[in-house]
């Protein structure tokens, strides 16, 4: 799968700052705050439940921490907050002894749950991360 386009991360862009302006406008003392995508691959290499060739997983990351850096410029101009859960969920990718994200199914390998998004365990580190956040 090629990476997003220029134009796909613009419209991104456009559509979270409208997110923002849209909950100011609504509900003017709200605390807004985006959550970021959980890490999916691991640092370097894949695993079985990751089955993409290497310049897949590469380009995976590459729009990985391409959105997570958006997300954090889009909430600091927009003056919200970031639940800064790719850093947080780091070590815990699909590949580790306890991920927060499924891999992808293949015989042997199944999974409970949609491919490349958070399990039950990764859902709840951001209950409990987001819970933290908003304590504060």
């Given at each position: 799968m090629p990476p997003p386009t220029e134009q796909a991360w613009q419209a991104l862009d456009a559509a979270m700052r409208r997110i923002a302006a849209e909950?100011?406008?609504?509900?003017?003392?709200?605390?807004?705050?985006?959550v970021e995508y959980l890490t999916i691959?691991?640092?370097?290499?894949t695993c079985a439940a990751t089955p993409l060739v290497q310049a897949e997983a590469e380009v995976s990351r590459m729009v990985a921490r391409r959105l997570a850096a958006l997300t954090v410029q889009v909430a600091q101009e927009t003056r919200t907050e970031v639940l800064r859960m790719a850093t947080l969920s780091k070590g815990h990718d699909a590949c580790s002894r306890v991920p927060w994200t499924n891999?992808?199914?293949?015989?042997?390998?199944?999974?409970?749950?949609?491919?490349?998004?958070?399990?039950?365990?990764?859902?709840?580190a951001v209950?409990?991360?987001l819970d933290r956040l908003l304590a504060k």
């Open positions: 909950v100011r406008l609504r509900a003017p003392g709200a605390r807004l705050v985006f691959l691991p640092e370097r290499g891999g992808f199914p293949s015989p042997g390998v199944p999974i409970a749950g949609a491919p490349y998004h958070p399990n039950l365990a990764g859902m709840t209950a409990e991360a």
